[in-house]
């Protein structure tokens, strides 16, 4: 299970933004064959997706993003897009571990598998949804959505997605998946706003965001990417506790901080995200 920094997505009725979106500087790309193409194009967008999938080169990873199961073009679209190369499915309004199983279970073993949270219903069920198949990398949410669902506007400050964003962290942490990735940020004009809103949920323990434009990927990547000088500090912490660990020491001063075995792990951890993320960092200080 790789990390994802950003989600970018496309309608499937747009060939233009389709293609535009796979030569951004997005990790993923979502197809988008569910709320971003309406009714009357469902059919011609899936044949759309299909074609391009057929068609196209592309360097970063490629998801779907179907229609709901219990819509009636939900199980036509997950039949026709598998017949693709794609990387992954995202399966919106997920509310039902059952359902959710049952549409991990029908892809093949290369297929990545995000559900995505997006009402209350979902919410309560989260952990079991996290849970219910192997095939789950992580979650995501969709707070759009979720709080047309709640019925309160989204928020600026993100105090009221406070509890679903830490819930969605803790049952993905139980679950054994990896961190959840965090919803779109509707305001395209409101930069300041949506690199609080960044920071506000790294600190919550997310990874990865939603995207709706490409102008948003640089701050996204900046946000879930770790700094040059957070990496060199995690690999010295890593080398003398490992260097103090061999002489039977398992707490040591580094430069003020103290560190035992959580801190150690913490800074291993990010010395593994550096080197997936930054490759020349090669886990190296």
């Avoid at 950003?6 to 569910?34: C, Y």
């Avoid at 039977?248 to 995200?273: C, H, M, N, S, T």
Wanted: charged content about 20%; aromatic content about 8%.
């Amino acid at each position: 299970m790789d990390y994802i920094r950003s989600f970018l997505f496309a309608p499937g009725s747009n060939i233009a933004v389709m293609q535009k979106a796979l030569n951004s500087a997005a990790d993923a790309v979502i197809l988008d064959l569910e709320d971003a193409v309406s009714i009357a194009e469902k059919e011609t967008a899936r044949e759309q997706v299909v074609d391009l999938l057929a068609s196209s080169e592309r360097s970063q990873r490629v998801y779907v993003r179907i229609n709901g199961w219990d819509t009636p073009w939900g199980r036509a679209d997950l039949e026709n897009v598998l017949a693709g190369s794609i990387d992954g499915i995202i399966l919106p309004k997920a509310e039902s571990p059952e359902i959710v199983a049952e549409v991990a279970g029908s892809l093949p073993q290369h297929c990545d598998f995000i559900p995505l949270v997006e009402t209350a219903r979902g919410l309560l069920n989260a952990y079991a949804v996290a849970a219910c198949h192997e095939r789950i990398s992580r979650l995501a949410f969709g707070a759009v959505d979720f709080t047309a669902d709640i019925g309160i506007a989204y928020p600026k400050n993100g105090i009221s997605l406070l509890y679903a964003r830490s819930q969605l962290v803790i049952v993905s942490r139980a679950a054994d998946l990896l961190p959840p990735v965090d919803t779109v940020f509707p305001d395209l004009a409101d930069a300041s706003g949506f690199a609080a809103e960044l920071d506000q949920v790294r600190q919550l323990g997310m990874f990865g965001k939603l995207a709706i434009h490409p102008k948003q990927l640089e701050l996204i990547h900046a946000a879930f990417t770790p700094s040059r000088q957070k990496i060199a500090e995690a690999q010295k912490v890593v080398k003398a506790f490992e260097n103090a660990e061999r002489q039977g020491v398992a707490a040591l001063e580094i430069e003020g901080q103290f560190v035992d075995y959580p801190v150690y792990r913490q800074a291993l951890k990010l010395v593994a995200l550096a080197g997936t993320l930054l490759p020349d960092s090669k886990g190296q200080a």
